[in-house]
């Protein structure tokens, strides 16, 4: 466990969590988890797949293709809605796995 003091609040984390709290050390948030290496499971025929949780924030969402990182955005690889990823590609006979903070 360890303490960090930011300019009006300092932080209080653990291994699986993170704890900010003001400075006469009332909570501010206490819901920070940390998902890593999560193998997501979807479907190439619809280009659809399912996050266990939804990332928060969504750009914290780390997607990888057979090991190789994807880039977010409608422009690129994916979009992402809520827990839901659509992927903007062919996807047959890939493995997905994340990482992100919800």
């Known amino acids: 466990m360890g303490f960090e003091l930011g300019r009006n609040f300092g932080v209080v984390h ?9 400075l006469s050390g ?7 988890h940390f998902v890593d290496d999560e193998t997501i499971n979807g479907t190439a025929k619809t280009k659809t797949l399912t996050l266990a949780h939804v990332p928060n924030p969504t750009n914290s969402l780390l ?23 659509t992927l903007l590609f062919d996807s047959s006979w890939d493995q997905f796995d994340a990482s992100y903070r919800y």
């Open 26 to 32: 009332n909570i501010i948030s206490n819901t920070t």
């Open 14 to 22: 653990s291994q699986d969590n993170v704890v900010r709290v003001d």
């Open 63 to 85: 997607l990888f293709r057979n090991g190789q990182r994807l880039r977010m955005g409608s422009e690129n690889d994916y979009t992402l809605s809520g827990n839901k990823i």
